[in-house]
Structure formats: C-alpha cells, structure tokens
C-alpha cells in the first residue's frame, strides 16, 4: 500500500515566526510490527548519510549538533542508518550522538548481505559501531 501525503514545510517566513521552543509536529503514520507494537512514525526521517559526508574525522561535535537539532528541534524521531554510509563513518557518528535519546528514536539499519552469515555479521558490527544493544527495525 503507498501513502501519499501532501504536507508541505513550513517556509522560511513561517520557521522564522515560530517560537524557538516550539517543536514542529509532522505527519506521522502508523508502523506494523511483528510484535503488535503501537508505533507511530513522523513521515520524514534523518538523513545519517549526510553524517559520513562531514569533511573531518573530527566533526562528531557536527554529528552530534545535527542529532540534537533533529529530535530536539524538529521532533524527528527516525533514524536509518547503512553500513555502506561512508564505510560505516555515518554509524560511528551516529551511535554517540543518539545515545541521549536512543530510548526516544526508532532505529533502523539496513544490511547488503543476502545470506544469514553475512547479515548476522553486518548486524552484529551495526550495533557496535551503533554503540546500543538493539535496533527498532533490521532491513
């Protein structure tokens, strides 16, 4: 079933205008789970690649700026993640900076591997690197 969704973002004016402690309140749609979990997704969600693309090995101050602005700000509260993000840079970044709020997020990790060895072994490195114990959603 495809969702289809007309929201359109506040514009500039309108961000400017709007209180700073203030959150933005997106659509959300409902999730299905194996486990009848009740979940409710914003319909937009972070984009962790953009974490492997930072210039500097040293920018974790950045990735962790972007986090905090995300949920904190704009109420984001998806997170998708891929080892193949910059070779895994993007997790190694993400995984700190979602630590203060990894109880508040849905997080999903993708893996490349189509046999159950290859995707145990990506999981496995997913959460390390994650630096967590769990991931909301394994794809």
């Keep these: 079933e495809q969702i289809h969704c007309r929201y359109e973002l506040p514009s500039n004016e309108t961000m400017n205008e709007t209180n700073k402690n203030e959150k933005i309140q997106y659509p959300q749609r409902p999730f299905g789970t194996r486990n009848n979990r009740k979940v409710k997704l914003p ?27 995300a949920v904190e700000e704009l109420g984001l509260r998806y997170f998708d993640v891929a080892p193949e993000y910059g070779d895994g840079v993007a997790q190694e970044r993400l995984g700190p900076a979602l630590k203060p709020y990894r109880n508040d997020v849905f997080l999903a990790a993708k893996t490349m591997y189509r046999d159950a060895s290859g995707a145990l072994a990506d999981f496995e490195n997913s959460l390390r690197a ?7 959603l394994y794809q």
Aim: hydrophobic residues 45%; proline residues 6%; glycine residues 2%.
């Design 43 to 69: 319909i937009l969600g972070f984009p962790s690649v953009a974490l492997a693309r930072l210039p500097f090995s040293t920018d974790q101050a950045t990735a962790d700026a972007a986090v905090r602005h």
């Design 130 to 136: 994650l630096q967590t114990d769990r991931l909301d």
